[in-house]
């Protein structure tokens, strides 16, 4: 079920990093193969209750599952998930953390926390309010209730369900469409949707000043204006 190991886990933010950092890299898709996107945090290689001593499992959580998925909050480039079967914890929040989700009608997601008697890690109590509200980010904690693909659409935590079949395709279509687009103008809009909802209006709308005078500077701009005063569509090439 992919249930995610450290070294897993370090290639997954090495790779994001990676990506943000080359200017050949367009989009980036997060899927999986077999029955599950990612049961979670695999917990078999991690200290055991006896083991441990104040301050450990802070360290564990702030290194490992917020890590993980701040580096796709903080990827430069779109990042789409591709969510094939069971999304659970740290998996379901890997997904949430993602730009834009696309989902199997068989997908589920679960925050199986409260199962497990603990509170949600990874982000999970940042994320889900700003998707859904406090009221349904605590009905979908407190319960732990398995929540199909159709009814996470309905709730806006999915973009689109598409049937298993079309998944793949789907997801190479939305990051074709992404590649080719302006790369820096995402990754700014990326970063001023990421931070409006932990800022005020006047230090929201400073970023946003400031942003599109770092955007006119990239080719990608000037050839967006170019296109427009030339009646043609426009090529980018990400810088």
């Not at 696309?102 to 589920?108: D, G, I, K, M």
């Not at 980010?137 to 309905?154: C, Q, S, W, Y």
Request: aromatic share 6%; charged share 25%.
């Amino acid at each position: 079920m992919n249930a995610v190991t450290w070294d897993q886990r370090e290639r997954i933010i090495a790779l994001l990093a990676e990506a943000s950092a080359d200017p050949a890299v367009r989009a980036v898709v997060i899927t999986a193969t077999g029955r599950g996107f990612c049961a979670g945090a695999d917990l078999r290689g991690g200290p055991q209750s006896g083991d441990r001593v104040p301050g450990d499992v802070t360290r564990m959580i702030r290194r490992g599952a917020q890590r993980f998925v701040s580096a796709v909050l903080d990827c430069e480039k779109p990042v789409i998930a591709a969510v094939n079967g069971t999304a659970a914890g740290l998996g379901a929040h890997l997904a949430l953390a993602c730009d834009l989700v696309l989902a199997a009608e068989s997908a589920t997601f679960v925050e199986v926390f409260v199962r497990r008697g603990i509170v949600p890690d990874g982000g999970g109590a940042y994320l889900l309010p700003r998707l859904v509200g406090p009221q349904r980010a605590k009905e979908l904690m407190f319960f732990g209730d398995t929540l199909p693909a159709a009814e996470a659409r309905a709730m806006g935590l999915v973009n689109r369900v598409v049937p298993a079949e079309d998944l793949e395709k789907t997801a190479r279509t939305w990051a074709e469409r992404l590649a080719q687009g302006p790369t820096r103008a995402l990754a700014l809009t990326k970063h001023l949707v990421n931070t409006s909802l932990d800022t005020d209006r006047a230090t929201a709308f400073a970023a946003e000043a400031t942003a599109q005078e770092l955007c006119m500077t990239t080719r990608d701009a000037q050839e967006g204006v170019a296109a427009f005063v030339e009646r043609r569509s426009p090529s980018y090439e990400g810088r």
